[in-house]
Structures are given as C-alpha cells and as structure tokens.
C-alpha cells in the first residue's frame, strides 16, 4: 500500500496519483477552441522530451505514487515514436489511457489491443461533416466517426469528449445522448475554457445547468438517471433509462471539482503544471538533463498548488481576463 504522504500529497491532503503527460505541441487539427488559426510558436526540437526521458520521468512519478497516466497532446498520436512509447509505458504498473482527435486511431488498434491500453477519450464536437470542419479547421468527419464505430466494435472503452459553444453545437446535445441509446459509450460534454488565444468568453459557453435544462425539455424526468460518479471524477454522470450508454457534464467553469483533483501535468517540453489552469510551472527536464533528482522540484510544485483553479475560486475571478496567464490548450495538454 502507498503511504498516505508523499511527494505528490499537496497542502490540502490531495494525492496526485493521475499523471496526464503531453507527447507533443503538434497536430493534424486546427481545433479553435484550442489553438489560434496561425497555430503556436513550437519549442524547439532539443527542449522536447525524448522517449526515453518521458519514460524515465513518468518512472519517478510511479514510483512515487502515480497509478494512472493519460497521453494527449497536441495530438498524442502524431508523434513519431508514439508506438515505442505506448509499449514502454505499459511495462509500468499502471492505468494507460489516451485522449485523441481519432483522426489515427484505426492505426493503433492492434498495439492498443496488445499493451491492453483500453480506454480511449475521442473528441468529437459535432455529428454534422460541415460543423466539423469549422471547428477543426480540417475535414476528418468520417474518419473520426467510423474510428469511433470500429473503437466501440473492437470492445475498447470510449468516452467521446465534446466541447459545447452556444449558437454552435448546443443544438446537438439530444442527438449526441440519443448515440448512446444503442452504443455503450459515454459522452462527455465540456464547458468551453479560457486558454491563450482561444478568444474565450463566457456568454459562448453552455453551461452544466443549460445541459441539464435541454435533457430535462426532451426527456420524461423519470427516464433520466443522476449515476454515481468515481471518486476524483470530473464529471458528473447521467444516463437515459435503459440506454446503453451515459452522459456526463465536465464543469470545470461553473462548477469546479477541484477538492477531488488527482491530476498533474507533464507538457511536452517538460514542463510540470500542477493544475491546467495555472500560469507557473516547473522545469522538470533541464534538472533531468543535468543528472540531479527531480524529486525535490515535483516536490514544490505540488505544495504550491493552489485549492481552486490556480486560486480562480469564484467565476467572477474566473471570467477576468487578467487572471488567465496560461500556454494554449495545444501547449498544455488537456
Ligand atoms: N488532440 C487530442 C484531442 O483533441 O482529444 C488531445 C489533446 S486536446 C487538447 C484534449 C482535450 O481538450 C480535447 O477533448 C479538447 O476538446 C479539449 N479542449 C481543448 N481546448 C479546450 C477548451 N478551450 N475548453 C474545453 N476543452 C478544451
Ligand atoms: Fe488538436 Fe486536440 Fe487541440 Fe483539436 S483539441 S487542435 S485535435 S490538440
């Protein structure tokens, strides 16, 4: 059993057993929630971890307690060598699940099959070619849709992971719900975030009541099912009585989860962020680099965590721009 205090067990008790690490800066969508349309300055080539050097770091945080890595991006699955790294990661004693545009999917479905990777998060933000294409700048509609029908086939548990803007795809919230009448897969709505370069603002996000309010409008009250949610889940979990599969609200602006938060993050050029909203990090790489133990600064950044959203605690604090001084969602690693 691991002992209730490590150096990943912040000043507010959390332990930070969910390691997401991010591949890369690069991808083959243009998603504007994401990135600006000119796309983000890249880190140069040599400031990008190697494979082995996410390995040997991913290593340190399991041995100090980490039991879950997620691989995202940018896109995880355009990188290179993402097939030696998704090998190596699973000879650790850990949960391995990705998050993708799916645009690549049907590629890996043999390796993810082998190393037992199960659980695949894919983001699908309309179920409309056109749509799709507007908000991904690129058009991979049918490409995303038949990976997700083969993902779902092959018995791989799939979270398709939608992000609401109104006068968008709010309109498509039933039609999603209604996927999950025949398929057992879960839908994740989320609340549109502010990153660098986004052009965020709160009057385009659909928030988790608005949501609740569309499926209240459509469905009977009793064929709608509050599920329990696991513990440090971000979502909230519903399901339709008698539908295959669930939906969830992640609410990270107008209902933040964060004194459940298990999550750390690793960005692609190895920098550790200890919440997705915070505007510090802490290099990881260049003392890596350099031979020295990286314990020490994991160690520092997880007692600075602040107990809110980089101490965003009310949406007022939320929705002031001046509070947001973050990479682009690309740069993170979502
Ligand atoms: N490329 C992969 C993908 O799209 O799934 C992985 C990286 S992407 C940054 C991870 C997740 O972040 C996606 O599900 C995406 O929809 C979500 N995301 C990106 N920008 C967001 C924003 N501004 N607000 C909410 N979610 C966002
Ligand atoms: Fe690429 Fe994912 Fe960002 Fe879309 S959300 S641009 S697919 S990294």
């Known amino acids: 059993m691991k002992e209730p205090n490590t150096i990943l067990t912040d000043t507010f008790g959390r332990e930070h057993t969910y390691l997401r690490i991010s591949l890369t800066e690069r991808c083959n969508l243009r998603c504007t929630y994401c990135m600006p349309a000119i796309g983000i300055p890249l880190s140069p080539k040599s400031h990008i971890m190697t494979y082995e050097e996410i390995f040997a770091i991913a290593k340190e945080f399991v041995d100090n307690g980490v039991t879950k890595i997620r691989l995202t991006g940018g896109e995880p699955l355009v990188r290179k060598d993402v ?19 799916g645009v690549m999917v049907d590629k890996f479905i043999e390796q993810f099959k082998r190393i037992g990777l199960r659980k695949l998060n894919v983001s699908l933000d309309s179920l409309n070619n056109d749509k799709n294409t507007a908000i991904t700048r690129r058009d991979y509609f049918t490409k995303v849709y038949n990976n997700i029908q083969l993902l779902v086939k092959e018995g791989f548990e799939v979270k398709i992971n939608c992000v609401l803007m109104k006068g968008f795809n709010d309109n498509e919230i039933i039609d999603f719900i209604e996927l999950t009448k025949t398929q057992p897969l879960q839908i994740r709505f989320i609340e549109f975030m502010p990153f660098d370069g986004n052009k965020w603002n709160f009057d385009k996000l659909v928030s988790l009541e608005e949501v609740l309010k569309e499926v ?41 989860f964060c004194d459940s938060c298990n999550r750390i993050r690793l960005t692609a050029n190895g920098q550790l962020k200890d919440c997705l ?23 520092k950044a997880v007692l600075a965590k602040k107990k809110v959203r980089n101490g965003m605690d009310t949406l007022e604090k939320f929705k002031d721009p001046d509070s947001h001084d973050n990479r682009s969602m690309i740069a993170i690693g979502g």
């Open 83 to 101: 097939g030696l790294m998704m090998e190596q990661l699973a000879t650790l004693p850990v949960e391995l699940a990705i998050t993708t545009n």
């Open 216 to 256: 209240y409008s459509h469905y009977d009250v009793k064929q709608f099912i509050r599920l329990k949610d696991a513990p440090n889940d971000t979502a909230k979990n519903y399901r339709i009585k008698d539908y295959q599969g669930s939906f969830a609200v992640i609410s990270s602006v107008t209902n933040p």
């Open 277 to 299: 909203f915070s505007s510090t990090e802490s290099d990881l790489l260049t003392p890596f680099r350099e031979g020295k133990s990286i314990a020490p600064v994991i160690q």
